[in-house]
């Protein structure tokens, strides 16, 4: 198998899915920040994961933009983080308007720079908290997109293994994997005492997951949902 | 009509997309940087274009990891700039890897904060560099990604009011609108005492388009091809 990107959050899906991506050839390791709260925490989870997965060609970039943008409680510190269940109202606040399709966008410049036939990211449809960029009809219309707008001789299959997946099925796709979910990092504040806040969307989503498969989740939480 | 996001780069294209865009309803003006080498003189058009719109709501970004990520003469200075006639072998040297598709979720992003529900891009398809990211099967299947990728209640469209005509149909179109030419700049290398080189792929066409409108174009060039 040829060259691959993966786009890392640092978050457990973005873990599995390196774990999956890695297993199959190598890769190049993509980081986005977008001013996010958690920007500087995530970016250690990245690099801890990338040095598990030994991923030696890494490109962090950052899209200071996105936060001038606005639109979302992620980058707006004005605007409380959620507390509530995941899909108890619509898109949520911290939906960051199309910001999927930046993260995409990079990687597959990076890519076609690169001659890397693959582009991963570990997005979750089913499990998730309702963001419209996180859709497989999203990234099959971006991955037309892509097959239009590059050179006649590129071609970069979006690849998202987790698309249709629960978080508890992700969870045991994780154990069987080996990975290593303690260096990862899923909740949207940053970290008080490295415990994350247990009660925001993401981190609820991660617990059911751990608690349905029936597995213990090496991070600390600061109370539980 | 509503509020409409234009991408402006400087070019001649981009300021009759704006002259047309303007005409409809008020705009927000988009200009991205991205470590090309023209990057200062393309900037200054842009305020001097939007200035003579009066374009107040605007927004700048700079996305340097494309020059980074590099793949191309215009942001790879160590490759030179190709003086050939357009067309004459392939995609060209100058070809950004998948750059529109970063113009336009920058666009998108922006104008899905600021609810617009359009984004107007000055592509031209045929009588261009053969930019695979400037042709018209690009721009409908990203559209299908903004419509998949945003919130339910967002609906943006694409509009290249540009992308069919010949670069004599656009100069003739801005000449009918009163385009401020003159403010423009096209060349893909930095001026040298205000002039063009007009050897490049992208003074060759505008050169050609001029003439074949019989129009005279208000920029000075330091060779003629």
Not at 19 to 46: C, D, M, N, W
Not at 95 to 122: C, I, K, Q, T
Request: aromatic share 8%.
């Amino acid at each position: 198998m040829g060259l691959s990107v993966v786009a890392i959050s640092g978050g457990m899906d973005s873990c599995v899915t390196l774990a999956i991506a890695s297993a199959g050839g190598p890769v190049g390791g993509l980081h986005v920040k977008y001013g996010q709260r958690t920007e500087e925490r995530e970016l250690r989870a990245f690099k801890a994961v990338a040095d598990h997965y030994g991923v030696e060609s890494r490109l962090v970039v950052a899209l200071d933009y996105l936060k001038k943008i606005g639109g979302s409680s992620l980058t707006d510190e004005s605007r409380p983080i959620p507390r509530t269940e995941p899909r108890s109202g619509g898109v949520p606040s911290t939906y960051v308007p199309f910001r999927n399709a930046h993260v995409l966008s990079v990687a597959v410049s990076w890519a076609e720079a690169m001659g890397a036939d693959s582009v991963y990211v570990g997005s979750v449809e089913e499990d998730s908290s309702g963001y419209p960029d996180c859709r497989a009809e999203f990234y099959d219309a971006f991955g037309a997109a892509v097959e239009a707008g590059t050179r006649p001789d590129t071609h970069i299959r979006i690849v998202t293994p987790l698309i249709s997946m629960s978080k508890a099925e992700i969870v045991k796709k994780g154990i069987e994997l080996n990975v290593p979910f303690g260096l990862t990092w899923s909740c949207y504040e940053p970290p008080v005492d490295e415990k994350a806040c247990g009660l925001c969307e993401s981190c609820r989503l991660r617990i059911k997951g751990f608690k349905e498969a029936g597995a213990r989740d090496p991070l600390s939480y600061a109370a539980m949902p």
